[in-house]
């Protein structure tokens, strides 16, 4: 296990020095935004340019641009400085960072929990009509973009503008200070982000859990006298260890930003950091959140991995 | 003695998209306390599905279930689901075919075992686990108590029946259904298993009912033997007698299937000619007919009923050709004759396949 961990964690830094070499082509070598030119202002002189341009480094052949970034990202840790607004990229994704892992830890427990209970339930009553309802609308859910069902939501319930003023709208996160303003605040946000996931995770948990109940074990339970509640416990012990899995790389991904939750809500948090920064053309902000997710989705796979061989005791690393 | 268990015209249908399948048709036996009932029959015959709906674990939505099912006098088919959850793994245990997929692949040996005595038993976790570690020592797993600490995958397939075995005896039942106990297991560790099961029942005094489609497993263990075949039962009696003076035509051919010891060499072996009938569209008359080398122009129509034969009210068989006849041609068969030799000598000209044209 010891080992397999530090061998994970060696190809993790192989793939992180990978993905950065190609962030760094792909937004400094390809065609883009100058960034002296968008920061040079309105009526910029050829000599200020240069002067910004020589500032910033951009002027210096790529491959030393290259080998500095990566200097500085491999032996500080640094993600460099935004060329927007000069602040430094890691500390502004660390200052957002507890935004959005405040939002996207309550929607997981949200979807989660949902996923297991609704899915579980239409499993054991299968073809009843609470399962036909449940799964239809978990269809409807899924196809549902967040951006609309964000606006359906805030036209409902937001204090503000809906039509049952229940809940706190849009900005509502930013305004908020203290632990149990800013989970009221996210409430709404939390349940946009959750319910295309709890869908996901409700039929995902049906499907495994038909099937697991069908298995022979299931048969064993039964013929030791088990009672139903837990025949059921026994096949979704089986049947949610895959879920577990999925959970991990939905968080990871999620870590580098829920972009349009964090955009409908105007919740300050990574996702929201990377889409302002790609409409300033701010490149070392882009790359360090695209490295960022890469990180977390690759720790966050590492973590599921390891996870994975507590909950199945068949799978030895 | 009053019997232990016994089944009363038991029927089970499946509706499907396809028709009804009859996968039991009027099946009747008794097993007595302590004795060893074993029921044989191909793939398809419904014996796991008979002894499933003894345990009360047939209860999809697509089944019809009649007959009685009479468990110290009181019929299981009636039971509540409450009152079936107290019977199984209590007083009636079932094991099954596979023990590399019948125990859960997530749990400890231990918990899942401590799990069976705790549902029928009061008491604590600690003496729940001392009877599981003496269960384990029991069916011969060493070094038992260790033991209770792995999980399934850590064992081989022949442990884990014996593992099976524990969970099955751990509350003393009064009967232990075992379907096709060694099917997915190499015959020596086969051999094993049954002498487990045989040593077991002879000193805790449990009722086995063992199912298989290997008549050779039951020569071994088994006190009667009820063979099936297209859902119902064809022929039953005392084990001696099965082997010594069968009567049916199919027991015959599953006899003559198996290597036995006391056969003679030269003798070849001769599988059952055809295929096991759909239990939707079965045959007519008797439903083994279309696969009988000894079948007369009655038996496409008629359907026997299952008959004691002359003087020995124990053998029962449902076939049509008189019973003179039927000694002649096992006696035939048993001097190393073909099944199609065997016909023509007890006068049997027409040909199965002209019989079931000609229906
Ligand atoms: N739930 C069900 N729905 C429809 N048909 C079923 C169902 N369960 C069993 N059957 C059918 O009932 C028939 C008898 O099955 P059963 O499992 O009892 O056979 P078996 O004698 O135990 O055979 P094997 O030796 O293969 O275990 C089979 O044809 C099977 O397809
Ligand atoms: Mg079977």
Redesign the interface.
């Known amino acids: 296990m010891g080992t397999y961990i530090i061998r994970r964690l060696l190809w993790t830094i192989l793939l992180l020095f990978l993905i950065s070499a190609i962030t760094f082509v792909i937004f400094n070598i390809l065609p883009s935004a100058d960034p002296a030119l968008l920061r040079a202002g309105k009526n910029p002189t050829p000599e200020g340019i240069a002067a910004i341009r020589q500032q910033l480094g951009t002027d210096r052949p790529k491959i030393e641009q290259f080998w500095s970034y990566m200097k500085d990202l491999v032996f500080h840790f640094n993600f460099g400085r935004s060329y927007i607004n000069d602040v430094d990229v890691k500390a502004t994704i660390l200052d957002r960072l507890p935004n959005t892992l405040f939002l996207i830890s309550g929607a997981a427990v949200i979807w989660f929990t949902a996923g297991v209970v609704i899915g579980t339930i239409s499993s054991v009553k299968r073809g009843s009509i609470w399962d036909r309802v449940a799964m239809g609308s978990a269809l409807l859910f899924i196809s549902a973009p967040v951006y609309w069902l964000g606006l359906v939501v805030t036209y409902l319930f937001s204090d503000d503008l809906g039509k049952f003023p229940l809940l706190p709208g849009v900005g509502a996160y930013a305004a908020a200070h203290g632990f149990f303003a800013q989970a009221h605040a996210l409430i709404m946000p939390w349940m946009v982000l959750a319910a295309a996931f709890a869908a996901i995770y409700a039929r995902l948990l049906r499907s495994n859990m038909l099937e697991v109940m069908g ?3 299931i ?10 509640r ?1 025949v059921i416990r ?1 096949g979704l ?2 049947a949610i ?1 895959p879920l577990v899995t999925v959970l991990g790389l939905d968080v990871g991904i999620l870590v580098g930003g829920a972009i349009l939750t964090e955009s409908v809500f105007s919740i300050p948090g990574i996702g929201r950091l990377s889409f302002d920064a790609i409409q300033r053309g701010d490149l070392q902000t882009i790359q360090g959140t695209t490295l960022f997710l890469a990180l977390a989705v690759c720790l966050t796979s590492l973590v599921v991995d390891v996870l994975y061989a507590f ?4 799978v030895r690393y | 003695m009053a019997p232990l268990l016994e089944v009363k015209d038991l029927t089970v249908r499946f509706t499907t998209e396809d028709g009804v399948v009859n996968a039991v048709d009027g099946v009747s036996y008794t097993v007595e306390p302590g004795r060893t009932l074993g029921i044989v029959g191909e793939s398809g015959s419904g014996k796991s599905v008979s002894s499933l709906t003894v345990m009360g674990l047939t209860r999809a939505r697509n089944a019809e279930i009649t007959g009685e099912v009479l468990f110290d006098g009181k019929n299981l088919l009636e039971a509540s689901e409450q009152e079936m959850r107290t019977v199984r793994g209590g007083p009636i245990a079932m094991i099954f075919q596979d023990p590399m997929s019948s125990l859960h692949p997530m749990y400890r040996i231990g918990r899942q075992l401590v799990e069976a005595v705790q549902m029928h038993q009061k008491v604590s976790k600690a003496a729940a686990r001392d009877r599981a570690a003496e269960m384990l020592a029991l069916v011969g797993i060493p070094d038992a108590r260790r033991r209770l600490d792995s999980y399934p995958h850590e064992f081989s397939g022949g442990m884990r029946q014996r593992v099976m075995i524990a969970m099955g005896l751990c509350n003393n039942p009064r009967m232990l259904i075992a379907d096709e106990p060694t099917t997915a297991l190499d015959v020596t560790v086969q051999a094993q298993i049954l002498e487990l099961i045989r040593r077991l029942q002879s000193e805790l005094d449990t009722a086995v009912i063992l199912i298989t489609h290997d008549l050779g497993v039951v020569a071994e263990v088994t006190d009667d033997i009820a063979v099936m075949y297209c859902g119902r039962i064809v022929e039953r009696g005392p084990k001696d007698q099965i082997f010594a003076a069968p009567q049916h035509p199919y027991t015959w051919g599953l006899l003559k299937s198996i290597p036995r010891l006391d056969t003679p060499r030269d003798q070849p072996l001769v599988p059952i000619a055809g295929r096991p009938p759909s239990l939707i569209n079965r045959p007519t008359g008797c439903h083994f007919h279309p696969r009988c080398p000894y079948v007369r122009p009655e038996c496409v129509t008629v359907d026997p009923t299952l008959e004691p034969i002359p003087n020995d009210p124990t053998h029962v068989v449902r076939c049509l050709i008189p019973a003179g006849e039927r000694k002649r041609i096992w006696a035939d068969l048993k001097a190393g004759r073909t099944p199609a030799v065997a016909a023509v000598e007890a006068g049997i000209t027409n040909d199965p396949e002209e019989a079931s044209d000609g229906a």
């Open positions: 298995e022979d074990y048969r064993t339970a039964r013929a030791k006298g088990l009672p139903g837990s026994h012990r089986s260890t909950l199945d005791p068949r």
